[in-house]
């Protein structure tokens, strides 16, 4: 199982990014998804979770409204859309498969003016 982010980068508050988690080793299509994040000095949180079929998502409370995960299953692919950025929203962000632990590397956004 290989995931790898990318994607992220310095924006400015108010700002876009959209992440990107490219998968590899498994059947892609038949598991969930999910975005996590971590803040320096706090725990790892999920921002974002996606089932197999993309049917069905769910956000934390502090994203809804701003954060939008998808797929593309014929590309092994996940995103995450990131809209009206906040300086709280600085962290690395990572994807899982749902099932299993299997985390990406990670890939750093700061949200600053």
């Known amino acids: 199982v290989k995931l790898v982010e990318s994607g992220g980068g310095l924006v400015q508050p108010g700002g876009s990014l959209r992440l990107s988690c490219a998968a590899s080793?498994?059947?892609?299509?038949?598991?969930?998804m999910s975005w996590y994040r971590q803040a320096p000095g706090k725990g790892r949180e999920l921002v974002a979770g996606i089932s197999s079929g993309g049917g069905t998502t769910n956000y934390a409370d502090s994203v809804k409204g701003r954060f939008t995960i998808s797929r593309d299953n014929a590309k092994n692919t996940v995103y995450l859309q990131m809209n009206s950025l906040k300086p709280e929203d600085t962290a690395v962000y990572y994807c899982?498969?749902?099932?299993?632990?299997?985390w990406g590397q990670g890939t750093q956004v700061t949200v600053s003016s």
């Open positions: 080793g498994f059947s892609f299509s038949r598991y969930g």
């Open positions: 899982k498969r749902t099932q299993g632990d299997y």
